[in-house]
């Protein structure tokens, strides 16, 4: 495991960014970021773990929301700077404001239009 992160370029501040897909219908979920210790957490446990640069913490996809995400392949791109997680999404949406995916609106004709149907409200779903 170690020899795999050491082969991670890893950005000035130690995050890659990771562009996380459906391994079912390779939809984009969502982009993070992830350290060195995000990563090792990811290949010990197979749930996709990363760093929360607002929070500055760890954080295990889902451990608020349950909408937890295993990791069912992994992969490095040619630079060793980005990495692609296809996961098996638990729970319907990866998104933390509802929608399945973070790439819920699409820019057309100068607007931004909502393409997705909304599974939760996250001011219900998120509690202090």
């Known amino acids: 495991m170690d020899e795999i992160i050491k082969q991670i370029k890893f950005d000035s501040d130690g995050f890659v960014p990771v562009v996380v897909q459906d391994y079912r219908d390779n939809r984009v979920l969502m982009v993070a970021y992830m350290n060195a210790d995000s990563l090792s957490m990811t290949l010990k446990t197979g749930n996709a773990t990363y760093w929360s640069r607002s929070r500055k913490k760890l954080w295990t996809k889902g451990e ?7 990791v069912k392949e ?55």
Request: proline share 2%.
């Open 74 to 128: 992994l992969y490095i791109d040619c630079d060793a700077d980005c990495l692609l997680i296809k996961v098996e999404q638990l729970g319907i949406a990866a998104c933390h404001t509802g929608y399945r995916s973070c790439f819920y609106r699409k820019i057309s004709e100068n607007k931004i239009l909502i393409e997705e149907k909304r599974f939760f409200n996250p001011d219900e779903k998120y509690i202090a």
């Open 64 to 70: 608020t929301s349950g909408n937890l995400q295993k």
